[in-house]
């Protein structure tokens, strides 16, 4: 089973999209280094413009693990507060997908 945790938003106009970009990539890194599989999607069908960041874990206790981790690392604390400041993205919404094939 896998677990994934998406999510979605899109760029505010007038807002350079370097960083928004730069700042995707540090929490994608962030997301890494505290054991998840982050991507970064462009959505072509649907939400169209908006990016999607996803992080997969093998299970519901990966993911736990990863959160608590993120919650306790003071580089993430300090990238959300950035990030929040930036304001070249708004949240469009967020999943987290179970996976149900065997």
Known sequence: MAIVVQYVFKAIPGKSLGVLAESVNTAAALWKKHGASPRIWA??????????????FDNFTEYGRCQDALNADPAFQA?????????A??????NLLREMTP
């Open 89 to 94: 993205a708004e949240w469009v919404r967020s």
């Open 43 to 56: 959505v072509a069908v649907g939400e169209i413009g908006s990016l999607a960041f996803t992080a997969q």
């Open 79 to 87: 990238w959300r507060a950035k990030n929040n400041e930036l304001g």
